[in-house]
């Protein structure tokens, strides 16, 4: 897949499918820890993660282990962790409670089902890319050369010196952000 990108790149298409592939599979992250706090969850939600944690056990019964011993997290916090493999057909996942501790081993991996983080997109630019089936992620872009690319992927030439230029506004009445950029 890497070499066909360096092929790619050297026929001129820098953009192209498998250089795309590429650069999403370097940048994919394998881990996702996700943390919850309940100070006084009501009585439903300890039925429901009470409810889901015998579901996984009947349904991975073969893959899973219980741990009770020396396991002290915090009463109301519960701590989760998901490992994909790198070929991303299966994963790991460690639910961790007050007095509990779940380990499912070689659970298949659905994409979709989990989404992982990567060093390129946020966790929300991700949901958003999947929400859109990928066509349509606006994102803008300054290059170290000056160039940049606009939301709409036109790229300018445009010389940035020291002063502040606004590189992207919220047009609607709120104005709730502004985003400046500057050459050191």
């Known amino acids: 897949l890497y070499r066909q990108c360096l092929r790619d790149r050297r026929d001129g298409q820098r953009d192209s499918r498998s250089c795309q ?10 881990e996702l820890d996700i943390e ?7 009585g439903w939600l300890r039925q ?4 889901v944690r015998r579901y996984l056990q009947h349904i991975f019964y073969d893959r899973t282990s219980i741990d009770e011993d020396e396991v002290m997290n915090p009463e ?3 701590r989760i962790r998901a490992t994909v493999d790198a070929a991303e057909k299966e994963m790991n996942v460690t639910i961790r409670g007050p007095r509990r501790e779940l380990n499912i081993t070689r659970v298949p991996h659905v994409p979709g089902w989990v989404l992982f983080p990567s060093t390129r997109a946020s966790l929300t630019r991700r ?5 859109n089936k990928n066509k349509y992620s606006p994102y803008c872009k300054v290059q170290a050369n000056d160039n940049i690319r606009t939301f709409d992927d036109v790229e300018y030439k445009y010389r ?3 002063c502040d ?3 992207a506004k919220d047009a609607s009445p709120d104005e709730s952000f502004l985003v400046l950029v500057s050459k050191p």
């Open 160 to 162: 940035i010196g020291k």
């Open 21 to 30: 592939e590429a650069l999403r599979l370097r940048s994919q992250l394998r």
């Open 127 to 131: 949901v958003m890319d999947r929400i």
């Open 36 to 42: 919850i706090m309940a100070q006084k969850a009501p």
């Open 165 to 167: 230029y606004v590189l």
């Open 48 to 51: 429901w993660k009470s409810t």
């Open 76 to 78: 109301g916090l519960i």
